[in-house]
């Protein structure tokens, strides 16, 4: 799967119900960035990085090869889930207690950019999960300071948020503080679509376009001045309105 | 009065040797940081004197939090008391003496809390942390449970620390809050060269005739726990290039006098960057330049690189210590002695060392007043300090 490069904006809304396909774009966004010697970190909330690991060995994305040189885990999950009882020592991987301790998630977002070295790829998988255990206005001021802090330092963030979790003036907030947001959804027909809502400073076609996961790859195009974002996808553009 | 010990010696000889007994402490950050890391090592120092110490902990189990304690060393942990609101939460059962089982209920928390103090007569008390029941709880609410643990270790004699991020109480609730406390200590994280910085300021009580200090750097040790240091920025550069002046222009105070070091290839000064006081220190560019420095690259957050810009030979000397820059420390290059003949420019030195961008080229003379803003500014934007 070869993809061309997603224009570099510091902050990208990713929405869409479960199961249309969030993580594999995620997937694809991560296997550009790290094959062209990016750096990466991955937060992971819905997933533990195993978990996170074979979805992407499915995808022919080995993130093993990757990790503790340019690629690094937030775990949000295993701790909070009781897996663990230790904090473990790892080069590659840092741990976040429960998923209402959000400011360890910011901590160990800025010492993953600084062992790295900046600037990084952010990749959020996702924010839902932390509305389950703050309120709306502690995790907005949250990803204020999270999301100011990758575009401060010319990095590229990929923020994902489940339909339906957080109300609709919560994500209205979150799409404002944003450069761009990307939506999937199902049609009637219970097939996959995609649409670039909008990327600040780039005209883009706000056209729904059908994908599917594990099909043949056809271009999406997301706009006549930027770059040809390649899915695994079975058909062209449709157009239609959300 | 008796002081209580941080643990961190500078911290205790600002504080007149620690906190006072039955004192309250807010450790407060407006962006995340590591307070955590301070609350333990008071902790630590606590459970080391054999004191019992109270860690009221809504975020971590107590088995994680045990094992982030043993980070510092050898401790009796019997000294510990550790008030669980973490198991119910995650619904898993817990082996603790005091368990907070539904974090929903302010009954339930300040009952369990109050038992322990109670049973326990805990010298030391954190609060691990108050942002967690300021976005479960209405403000009232909030500041009669302030009260009431401010009221318990007043009674207990115990000195309370709680951590605090503030993600959105409005300024004047804030200030009430602040104004309760016998001391505040500031927190904040901040990225200086390739160095994630941990930063705090003690802001104490103009009663107790204590000033406010300025942001005291600090990190973590392994078995030493935390510890404070001076960010450092260093200068380098061939025999005579002009070093020695350099730091003694740059700096507000030189050390050199102090610790006799001068003549022995180390000149040492400090600056203040960002309200950071900064060791600036001088290493000379010989041939064993490149395996010292990597030695303790990381422990730097910028460099200037002061050449003779008279002398071309020196141009060679510069390129190999760019090139030893593998940590691609923020660097300045300073084209000294501009006010010679013969000087080369600051662009005939970019192009004969083959500098990239990224690294400024500074002219100066040092013969000259002012003449080392532009270096001090260019190499201070690179840090992200300016």
Redesign the interface.
Known sequence: MSIERFPNISGLLLKGPSGVGKLEWCLELMKDRLENQDRVVIVCVDYSPEKMRQRAAKFDLNLKDYEGKTLMFIDCLSASLGGLSEVPVSDSTLHVTTLSNIEQIGMNIAKAANTLGEPVSLFFYSLSPLFLHNTPPVLLKFFQIISSQVREKSGFGVFVLHDGVQDDRTTDTLAMMVDGVVEMRFNQKLQREIRIHHIKGVSTKPNWSQFDIGGEMVDVVLSERIPKVKLVEKKAGVDGSP | MNRVSTGIGSIDEKLGGGFPEASSVLLLSQ????KRMFAEQFIVTGVRNDETCLYVD????P??AR??FR?YGIMDEENLVIVDA?SA??M?PSEEKYVVKDVLDMDNIRGVIQKAFEEEKPERVILDSL??LV??YPREIILDFWHHMMTLSKEHNSVFLTLF?N??MEKRELDALERTVDYLLEFR?K?MG???MNLVKIHEDKELGIDESGWIPFTFESESGVVTYSPRIMVTGSANSGKTEFIQLLCSRSVEDEDGLKGEGVDRGKIDVSSVETEVFGVRGDESFASTFRLFSREVSGIFLILDSTKPEDIEKGREIVASNLE?VPLVVVANKQDLKGALTAEEIRKRMELPDTIPVVETSLTRDGDLCPALHSLLRLMGAA
């Open positions: 962006t995340p940081s590591e809504f975020y971590r189990s088995s994680f094992s982030h980070r973490v939460q995650v898993a942002d967690f976005d479960r991020i993600w959105i994280t990225r390739k160095i994630l691609e």
